[in-house]
């Protein structure tokens, strides 16, 4: 069976989309999934993935900037 | 892969911890409300090289732990209904009601299948045109809008035998009735990032307003975690709770409009039975009443006896941070993952589940 923790979202990148449907790749398994509550998504997007639609449009800017302060917090020591 | 490994990176932890250290000079209890946060801690570690001031404790926040006996029942009775096909994620399968589970259910014959999306209920629908389809919603804020779109997705398609059970439940009206409970003392909150995600940040403003809580909206990984403590702790130093967003990659602060438009178009709130937490006003989510024919209330009345509770079981408590997993008598002896007496010792995110795996 598998372990499908309820608030558990994956990353995945958006190879295309028709419709509402994008096909997206997660850790190189290919999978559909529907776009309708991220109607802004565009193919190369990051979409977090949960119970098959895409929710949220991973934003790399900020991912970018989250690293940042990590690395900051290392250069104090 | 992206987006996941860099926030498993061990040398990056080890400034953000020892900032903690260098901060944390009086005792600290923070809660973490999402069932996924629970497994990460556990997982990696993370309470081992907090300082021992810091105490985490889980909270109200595995959704298949918070649905209550009466609502797991309805499920079960669902399966029953002659010639029904019953759709559910993975991890309702086991958990017990009164006197059954939905995987005994399906020993015994009923058709009872678990999916990934709402949408493999609709398809199941689609393809069982004489059968009927009942959807078993369970979840919080994250999966409450794929649901909704797949119950808009069966009305354009003019579907007549796809149903859903809404056992949808929201967040933040159940933490402000565990503050009300007043049982537990915290200083601070690691808020759900895919929830958040949702729902944004301004729902929670209260927990800081009303209740001087510090909080953090967190991403799931051990560095976003880390991250998310020592926010946590300047913030309690400062003597300035907020809310502030550690997860920005995956929350905007307003959440996601289209995703709430769903939800309100679907769903209205009511009052509904939490497991530990009672029954709590307007944080639950029932169909609106334009779309009742797809309400799985309302297309099968169920004459149920009162639930009954397992005897000894202590998830409400374990719900409610006031025990530890370890500290119920049944827990690893009665109760294993193999042969679970309460949901949490059944859901992979349940705090049980997590302490039996991987420690307390």
Same mark, same amino acid.
């Given at each position: 069976?598998?372990?499908?923790?309820?608030?558990?979202?994956i990353p995945a990148k958006?190879?295309?989309?028709?419709?509402?449907?994008?096909?997206?790749e997660v850790g190189g398994?290919?999978?559909?999934?529907?776009?309708?509550?991220?109607?802004?998504?565009? %193919?190369?997007?990051y979409?977090?993935?949960?119970?098959?639609?895409?929710?949220?449009?991973l934003?790399e800017?900020?991912a970018l900037?989250t690293m940042?302060?990590f690395e900051?917090?290392?250069?104090?020591? | 892969m992206k987006f996941i490994d860099e926030y498993r990176d061990g040398e990056k932890a080890?400034?953000?911890?020892?900032?903690?250290?260098?901060?944390?000079?009086?005792?600290?209890?923070?809660?973490?409300?999402?069932?996924?946060?629970?497994?990460s801690?556990?997982r990696y570690?993370?309470?081992?090289?907090?300082?021992?001031?810091?105490?985490?404790?889980?909270?109200?926040?595995?959704?298949?732990?918070?649905?209550?006996?009466?609502?797991?029942?309805?499920?079960?009775?669902?399966?029953?209904?002659?010639?029904?096909?019953?759709?559910?994620?993975?991890?309702?399968?086991?958990?017990?009601?009164?006197?059954?589970?939905?995987?005994?259910?399906?020993?015994?014959?009923?058709?009872?299948?678990?999916?990934?999306?709402?949408?493999?209920?609709?398809?199941?629908?689609?393809?069982?045109?004489?059968?009927?389809?009942?959807?078993?919603?369970?979840?919080?804020?994250?999966?409450?809008?794929?649901?909704?779109?797949?119950?808009?997705?069966?009305?354009?398609?003019?579907?007549?035998?796809?149903?859903?059970?809404?056992?949808? %439940?929201?967040?933040?009206?159940?933490?402000?009735?565990?503050?009300?409970?007043?049982?537990?003392?915290?200083?601070?909150?690691?808020?759900?990032?895919?929830?958040?995600?949702?729902?944004?940040?301004?729902?929670?403003?209260?927990?800081?307003?009303?209740?001087?809580?510090?909080?953090?909206?967190?991403g799931f990984e051990p560095l976003d975690?880390?991250?998310?403590?020592?926010?946590?702790?300047?913030?309690?130093?400062?003597?300035?709770?907020?809310?502030?967003?550690?997860?920005?990659r995956g929350?905007?602060?307003?959440?996601?409009?289209?995703?709430?438009?769903?939800?309100?178009?679907?769903?209205? $709130?009511?009052?509904?039975?939490?497991?530990?937490?009672?029954?709590?006003?307007?944080?639950?989510?029932?169909?609106?009443?334009?779309?009742?024919?797809?309400?799985?209330?309302?297309?099968?009345?169920?004459?149920?006896?009162?639930?009954?509770?397992?005897?000894?079981?202590?998830?409400?408590?374990?719900?409610?941070?006031?025990?530890?997993?370890?500290?119920?008598?049944?827990?690893?002896?009665?109760?294993?993952?193999?042969? $679970?007496?309460?949901?949490?010792?059944?859901?992979?995110?349940?705090?049980?589940?997590?302490?039996? %795996?991987?420690?307390?």
């Amino acid at each position: 069976m598998q372990k499908i923790s309820m608030c558990v979202a994956i990353p995945a990148k958006i190879k295309s989309i028709e419709g509402t449907i994008a096909e997206v790749e997660v850790g190189g398994i290919t999978r559909q999934v529907s776009v309708q509550l991220t109607p802004e998504a565009r %193919k190369d997007d990051y979409v977090l993935v949960h119970a098959g639609f895409a929710i949220h449009i991973l934003d790399e800017q900020e991912a970018l900037e989250t690293m940042k302060l990590f690395e900051e917090l290392g250069a104090l020591d | 892969m992206k987006f996941i490994d860099e926030y498993r990176d061990g040398e990056k932890a080890k400034p953000i911890i020892d900032e903690i250290h260098r901060l944390a000079d009086r005792p600290l209890r923070l809660m973490e409300v999402c069932g996924t946060h629970t497994v990460s801690i556990a997982r990696y570690g993370l309470r081992q090289v907090l300082p021992e001031m810091i105490d985490l404790v889980s909270g109200p926040g595995c959704p298949v732990c918070v649905t209550s006996n009466g609502d797991l029942d309805r499920a079960v009775s669902m399966a029953r209904i002659p010639g029904a096909i019953v759709a559910t994620f993975g991890d309702m399968m086991r958990v017990p009601g009164s006197d059954s589970t939905l995987a005994r259910e399906r020993a015994a014959g009923r058709d009872v299948r678990v999916v990934y999306s709402p949408l493999d209920g609709l398809k199941m629908a689609e393809e069982n045109p004489e059968r009927k389809t009942i959807f078993l919603g369970v979840g919080f804020e994250t999966t409450a809008p794929t649901v909704g779109a797949t119950v808009l997705e069966a009305q354009n398609r003019g579907l007549k035998n796809f149903f859903v059970l809404s056992a949808h %439940k929201t967040v933040p009206g159940a933490l402000r009735a565990l503050l009300n409970l007043g049982e537990i003392k915290l200083d601070g909150f690691i808020l759900p990032g895919h929830v958040s995600a949702i729902i944004g940040s301004r729902p929670y403003e209260f927990l800081a307003e009303e209740f001087g809580m510090a909080c953090v909206i967190s991403g799931f990984e051990p560095l976003d975690i880390l991250q998310s403590v020592l926010m946590l702790a300047r913030q309690v130093k400062n003597q300035k709770p907020r809310v502030e967003i550690q997860y920005k990659r995956g929350v905007h602060p307003v959440g996601n409009p289209r995703a709430l438009e769903v939800m309100v178009q679907v769903f209205e $709130p009511v009052d509904v039975e939490w497991r530990g937490l009672g029954r709590i006003a307007g944080t639950g989510l029932a169909l609106r009443r334009e779309l009742s024919g797809f309400d799985a209330c309302r297309a099968f009345d169920l004459d149920l006896p009162p639930a009954k509770e397992a005897r000894g079981c202590r998830c409400g408590d374990v719900l409610r941070g006031l025990i530890r997993p370890a500290e119920c008598t049944l827990f690893a002896g009665v109760c294993t993952p193999r042969n $679970p007496v309460g949901p949490c010792m059944v859901s992979f995110e349940g705090s049980c589940a997590a302490a039996h %795996k991987y420690g307390s």
